[in-house]
């Protein structure tokens, strides 16, 4: 437990899985001195109350962010221009507005003209998650060795950007500062592309005609399996991820259209040389994930099975 919070009064807007694990970890790790949060729903919000993670639930965001030092926005990132511009009027002298958006150059160009020279705009991006969402899908372990991406706009505060990084590194992850554009190209390829394939995948299967919708889940194989767990996340959250960075989600695709393009001319000529010489590559991407320990080395990513042997 820190000797002292961070920082006294921390907002959240919207409390969702990323919502709910900032304040479950900031309470746990004495981050913050009071936590006050609202979500969209009545509903959510009866459930935050009951839940009893956070000091208060309120039903405004303006109500919300009133003295708070710290404001995250924890909402679609198509939902962030207009909240920026409804918390504006209420935000605290020097307080720290961010949010956890999966694209950055969007959310600066659309938060950054609604809020006051007075606060200091810090935009962020846990890199961590899960397929769940809604209040109850929060744990303060989240963000333990995952990144957190910060991309403050040029000319902000350097000692801003120091208090959340030691806000975000208090909550167990590892810290990385990119310009907005960088991150949106990077994370195009490592998280909004899998994403996409993920979702096309699915979908596939789904229509595929020759094979029932019973045999595509009874007989799902550790792969697809996987892809069925990414393609179960947000589907608004998604929807505005896409919409969002779609210059550098196209360029990506297109990168990957070329390289499909590539094994589909192998596997039809039977050169089992590429298709080797292609695989033993990726494989080892694989083991440079592990190896910085971004991934489990485990069998079947650490699932747990059954044991053959009797009781």
């Known amino acids: ?5 961070h920082f006294q009064r921390v907002a959240l807007i919207g409390f969702g899985l990323i919502g709910g694990s900032i304040a479950r970890g900031a309470k746990l790790q004495g981050l913050a001195g009071e936590i006050a949060t609202t979500a969209r729903s009545e509903k959510t919000r009866a459930r935050v109350v009951e839940l ?20 995250i926005l924890c ?21 720290i507005v961010s949010d956890v958006g999966s694209v950055k150059g969007a959310v600066v ?9 007075s606060v200091h705009f810090v935009p962020a991006h846990p890199v961590a998650g899960t397929e769940h969402s809604g209040p109850d899908s929060g744990f303060a372990e989240l963000f333990i060795n995952r990144w957190c991406i910060l991309t403050p706009p040029e000319g902000t505060d350097a000692a801003a950007i120091d208090r959340l990084h030691a806000f975000w590194s208090g909550l167990g992850a590892r810290v990385e500062i990119m310009t907005p554009e960088h991150h949106d190209l ?11 394939i993920a979702y096309t995948i699915v979908g596939t299967a789904d229509e595929l005609g020759q094979v029932t919708s019973s045999e595509v889940i009874k007989f799902s194989a550790g792969g697809f399996r996987d892809f069925t767990r990414i393609a179960a996340s947000d589907p608004t959250m998604w929807r505005d991820v ?12 297109g990168t990957f259209n070329e390289d499909l393009s590539k094994l589909t001319r192998a596997i039809r000529r039977g050169d089992g040389e590429a298709l080797f010489e292609h695989f033993t590559r990726t494989r080892a991407i694989r083991r440079g ?6 991934d489990s080395a485990a069998p079947d990513f ?10």
């Open 1 to 5: 437990m820190n000797a002292a919070p």
């Open 52 to 71: 009893n993670v956070v000091d208060r639930v309120v039903e405004s965001n303006a109500e919300a962010v009133k003295d708070a030092d710290l404001v």
């Open 75 to 95: 909402i679609p990132v198509g939902a962030c221009a207009a909240v920026a511009q409804e918390i504006a009027p209420h935000l605290k002298p020097g307080a």
């Open 109 to 117: 160009k659309d938060m950054a003209p609604h809020l006051p020279d």
């Open 186 to 196: 990077v994370l195009a390829i490592t998280s909004h592309l899998p994403h996409l």
């Open 242 to 253: 896409f919409l969002a960075n779609k210059e550098a989600v196209l360029e990506m695709l």
């Open 289 to 294: 994930i592990v190896e910085i320990g971004q």
């Open 302 to 311: 650490g699932r747990p099975h059954p044991s053959l042997r009797k009781e």
